[in-house]
């Protein structure tokens, strides 16, 4: 029978913003964590936890081998979220994403086989479609994959390299996260709702690129618990497979998301540009992740709006613009 409370979980990138959020589910839900970082972006995201006997903290770095066996030590799943995250940082920083997302990912499966691990669960992205063949297709787990920049094509390699392991003793497991957003432990504002809420609150003019191009949005709390959900559920379901992870409803445009801004904070002014800077263009159907482990979706991209709002209206931001909100 399962039983969590003998389960320690090691979250790679657990100071970051969807594995500060994780971690926080899992002590919640009486798991055991462990977390390794290496704090490129701060470890205030984890004070909440310093102090909680079930949580574990390790300062390391997936490229160094004894910080990982380190972090393995007396676990049982783990839960694979720390990258190089997004376009423009892997842009700006390509031999260390390659390093990070790439090799050191095929490394820490590796090492989670000599360790006996029995869960591994990945935090991969739709933004693997890249673009879609055919105007306004829902895009499931079958399409194909069309990388388009360093950061998916990352990610669809290791996809590629963990599905190729079929005779592992690990459970794998594949989420593809829709674009995330709202708040968590730690806070971030270059993030395309996050963003664009943020400087409607604070009165500036929204600068719209690729208006009608297409996203799948969810909530970083709703992407959080799919990786719990994935750990707890029967291996028949989940060994070997991907999900989109988010709701088949809440593909948007970014018109669509300055019209939902617009209705809470009605001063909002936009001006569109007709230059394309990123060519993404993807809806995605996340009927599957919804069939196969039950996961719906707890908020709606208009209660992040609305969340994000909040924070500005009262001023609890009191550097809203520092660059620390952000991957670069």
Not at 65 to 73: G, P
Not at 312 to 321: D, G, K, L, N, T
């Amino acid at each position: 029978m399962f039983n969590k409370n003998s389960k320690t979980v090691l979250v790679t990138g657990g100071a970051g913003y969807i594995g500060s959020e994780l971690v926080r589910i899992m002590l919640q839900d009486d798991y055991r964590v462990v977390v390794l970082d290496n704090l490129s972006f701060g470890g205030e995201s984890l004070l909440s936890f310093w102090g909680n006997p079930a949580f574990r903290f390790i300062k390391g770095d997936l490229l160094n081998d004894e910080d990982v066996k380190k972090a393995l030590e007396g676990v049982h799943y783990v839960c694979h979220l720390a990258a190089i995250v997004g376009e423009p940082p892997c842009k700006k920083f390509p031999d260390l994403a390659l390093q990070v997302n790439w090799h050191a990912s095929v490394r820490l499966y590796e090492l989670c086989e000599e360790a006996g691990i029995e869960r591994f669960v990945f935090a991969s992205t739709c933004s693997n479609y890249g673009k879609m063949a055919i105007a306004d297709d829902l895009l499931d787990e079958s399409a194909d994959l069309n990388p388009i920049s360093l950061y998916s094509e990352t990610k669809v390699n290791f996809e590629k390299y963990l599905l190729s392991h079929e005779s592992s003793t690990i459970t794998r497991t594949i989420l593809r996260f829709s674009t995330v957003y709202g708040i968590s432990p730690r806070p971030r504002f270059d993030l395309t709702v996050n963003e664009f809420t943020r400087d409607a609150a604070l009165g500036k003019p929204l600068l719209i690129y690729g208006e009608n191009f297409w996203r799948p949005y969810c909530h970083v709390s709703d992407l959080a618990r799919s990786v719990k959900m994935a750990l707890e559920a029967d291996k028949d379901k989940i060994d070997g497979e991907a999900f989109n992870v988010g709701d088949t409803a809440q593909n948007y445009t970014k018109k669509m998301l300055a019209a939902e801004i617009g209705r809470e904070i009605p001063s909002l002014e936009v001006n569109y540009h007709p230059v394309v800077t990123d060519p993404r263009d993807y809806k995605v159907n996340c009927d599957k992740i919804k069939r196969v482990l039950g996961f719906e979706i707890s908020k709606t991209v208009p209660n992040g709006i609305q969340e994000i709002a909040s924070l500005f209206r009262e001023q609890v931001i009191s550097e809203p613009m520092n660059p620390r909100y952000g991957n670069v």
